[in-house]
């Protein structure tokens, strides 16, 4: 059963918990009933529904955006188990529309869109208003956007249902579509949720490592005495290190001939200095640890434990399908990546435990499984892949006979590195695993020819901008045919990409979305267990929750990565191994 819930109305009430609001539920296509109440009693409404249904679980929830209507329901102790985010649906089926080969008849019938704002780090678009005649002239208060009525969200619903069932990839499609859902639903429950965090052991560590906390516009004590220390060295009075400008001119100025001030490029003009690489190194430590506290201080400092962590937790936002492969991205707070040198504060609360799981070489491993190419299947068969390529190796004769060798191959492969090791190794990885890499290869020349990719369920590539087009074409002379090749071959290692990281995004979206029907022991009749989901990245979760089931979850989370892989590639011989472990302190899991 579907069930659309929104706004009765467009109109605006002066209280908004009065707005009018309406569910209507839906079986195999035919409207049932409505109910009607106002926003305020939501959850109430949801909680009754969920009381009453024989089976709740299979309830699925429609609306607008999970983002826009589940923290309601999640701050007042409802959850459901299933929702349709017509958003992000719209998101995926537009870009699916636009490749001709996918066969998909799609229009919306409304915009939606869930945020405003643009990608973090960017600047929003200049805002002209019409009205506004002069310089100094206020412009005119922006208007509100339009509130979507349920009708128009049950119109729109049908449209989406109505493109996927005449879609030649309709069952992976619908899996893309409940997966990105179920997402949104593990977002917005994690943010609610947070992830336990001990500002006292935070501030602890800044101790530590930088010394108290300064005065507003002052380094802390470590750093200012290092940023005195790279001045004495560098021979360079009132040198500011945290201007690359500044520092990479006092290091060439003391010999050191580098392009930046990277990390990379300072320690590699060290190890090059045969008789003297111990005085090199010496030189640029300082330099390097200030980069490191520079980095804590701006990052992970004071300020972000007051910004960011409230009542002991930290609440990641997550933006669900954030990144174009579908991968999810954040709205601040660094939620994408804890550095290791803060990790110790994330604790467990009292008799309780964290479940950390990380899953290993799952691109490799999704590759295997897209191409069906057997031998990498079986070379990753219950071991480190990247070892079982080199047993390979060894066993015919190749050079991919030593881990390292067979590593740099086959992300080069993945990534497009045509030169280097990887590219003088990407014939020998062809020769082992020509399914594999062909596929990758039919990618990078789809997207070289200005084509769209898809990955494995049909999330699609987007197409390049008409100035890309336009650049391809322009060979009137050298530097435009250099530059030519250089933009087809950047889009062909994008699309090579695409597909195996968007698809590796999807295993996730299945696995997180089995951790969490498991714990909420869905459809069993049991009791749902107390543990949850507080955190994750790309490929690895983390869990919390009473120490009692802290075994019962490190099964669960091991049993629902194998399950995602049969959900998505049918009983293809490919492992999707983890490596788990249950810690009082995150650090403690790696």
Known sequence: MLIVIGPETSDRPSDPEAAPWCAVSLQRGAEGSRKRFALGHLPAFVRSVLDHAPEPHRIRWVWSSTRAVYPRLVAAGVTVSRCWDLTLCQTILSHAATLTDNGLGY???????????????????????????????AP?????????????????LEAQQQAVAEAPGRRRLQLLLAAESQGSLVAAEMYHEGLPWSSERHRGILDDRLGPE????????????????????????????????????????????????????LTEWADHGGNHRRQRFDLIAPILEYKQLYRLWTANGWHWVRDWVRDERFHPAYVVGGVVTGRWAAHGGGAMQIPQIVRDAVRADPEHLLTV????????????????????????????LYRGIAELGQRTGSPLKDRPAAKVALLGAMYGATSGEAGSLAPHLKRLFPDAIGLVERAAATGEQGGQVTTWLGRTSPAPDQSWVDAVRDVSTSAAESRSRTMSRSQGRFTRNFVVQGTAAEWALCWMGEIRRRLRNEGSGGPALKTTLVFFVHDEVVLHGPAEEAETVS???????????????????VDFPLTIATVESYADAK
């Open 107 to 137: 229009s919306p019938t409304v915009e939606l869109n869930e945020s405003p704002h643009g990608p973090a780090g960017g600047l929003p678009a200049a805002r002209v208003d019409p009205q506004q005649t002069s310089l100094f002239e």
């Open 140 to 156: 005119a208060r922006p208007s509100e956007p339009a509130i979507l009525t349920i009708d128009a969200l049950v119109t729109e």
């Open 214 to 265: 300064p005065r507003e516009g002052h380094r802390p004590a470590r750093m200012q005495a290092l940023a005195e220390a790279i001045a004495a060295r560098l021979g360079s009075d009132h040198l500011n290190p945290d201007s690359p400008q500044d520092l990479l001119r006092a290091l060439r100025a003391a010999g050191v001939e580098v392009a930046s001030t990277r990390k990379w490029e």
């Open 357 to 384: 799981a990380d899953a290993s070489q799952v691109e490799p491993r999704i590759l295997a499984a897209m191409s069906a190419d057997a031998a990498l299947a079986v070379a990753g068969r219950g071991k480190d």
């Open 555 to 573: 099964g669960i989370v091991e049993e629902s990565a194998a399950a995602a892989g049969r959900l998505l590639f049918g009983e293809a011989p």
